[in-house]
Nanobody, 120 residues
Framework: QVQLVESGGGLVQAGGSLRLSCAAS????????MSWYCQAPGKQRELVAT???????NYKDSVKGRFTISRDNAKNTVYLQMNNLKPEDTAVYYC??????????????WGQGTQVTVSS
């Protein structure tokens, strides 16, 4: 079993910054992909950013230049640095990971979600 524990959400004013973190623990041989998703009220959950085990990244268009995803492979942790936050960034942010256990079985896991609220 794998657990994803998120932290770093909160309330900020427009233009402010937050740094989200998500640490994976449990029966992990490798973490192949780690991602951040967001879900605003009444909206579908959507991909914000992804980072591969090799460090390649991709971002949703609306956050390019403002958000940075990174990972610490030794700690099985992914981060999302969010700068110049806007009210439209308000959402619950979820960590997602695809992992392999020591038998090389692939599974995926979600974090519990952390609320990000940006006021104007």
């Amino acid at each position: 079993q794998v657990q994803l524990v998120e932290s770093g959400g909160g309330l900020v004013q427009a233009g402010g910054s937050l740094r989200l973190s998500c640490a994976a623990s449990g029966n992990i041989f490798s973490v192949n992909v780690m991602s951040w998703y967001c879900q605003a009220p009444g909206k579908q959950r959507e991909l914000v950013a992804t980072v591969t085990s090799g460090g390649s990244t991709n971002y949703k268009d609306s956050v390019k230049g403002r958000f940075t995803i990174s990972r610490d492979n030794a700690k099985n942790t992914v981060y999302l640095q969010m700068n110049n936050l806007k009210p439209e960034d308000t959402a619950v942010y979820y960590c997602y990971a695809i992992v392999e256990d020591h038998l090389r079985k692939r599974s995926h896991y979600w974090g519990q979600g952390t609320q990000v609220t940006v006021s104007s």
